[in-house]
């Protein structure tokens, strides 16, 4: 069963512009790779969500345990953004390994 989609006039010429560029072959073809994006995007925003939650399950554990360092409140802002850019750097990886 093949679905009819009514899109507007500047996407039509964009994908258009794709085909007729040799880029892809139909226009079937660009939307998939639209959808493609679309979704492996959304693989990505959720690993990096899964790793978050792993690492506060990881964080409250410690602190159940007292494995925890007291941070300065003027060095809180530095120590958390660390923290984070390590989470992205772990999810980013999973996705690598998973994909």
């Known amino acids: 069963m ?23 072959n139909h ?16 693989a990505g925003e959720a690993a990096k969500v899964e790793a978050l939650r792993q690492a506060a ?12 360092t007291e941070v300065p409140v003027e060095k809180l802002a530095d120590h958390v953004a660390r923290i984070g850019r390590e989470a992205i750097l772990q999810a980013n990886k999973q996705v690598r390994d998973d994909g």
């Open 27 to 42: 226009a079937d073809d660009v939307l998939r790779e639209g959808l493609r994006l679309v979704e492996e995007k959304a």
């Open 2 to 24: 093949r679905n009819t989609v009514q899109l507007p006039d500047d996407i039509s010429r964009r994908i258009d512009s794709l085909v007729e560029s040799g880029r892809f």
């Open 57 to 68: 399950d990881r964080g409250f554990a410690d602190l159940d345990q007292g494995r925890f």
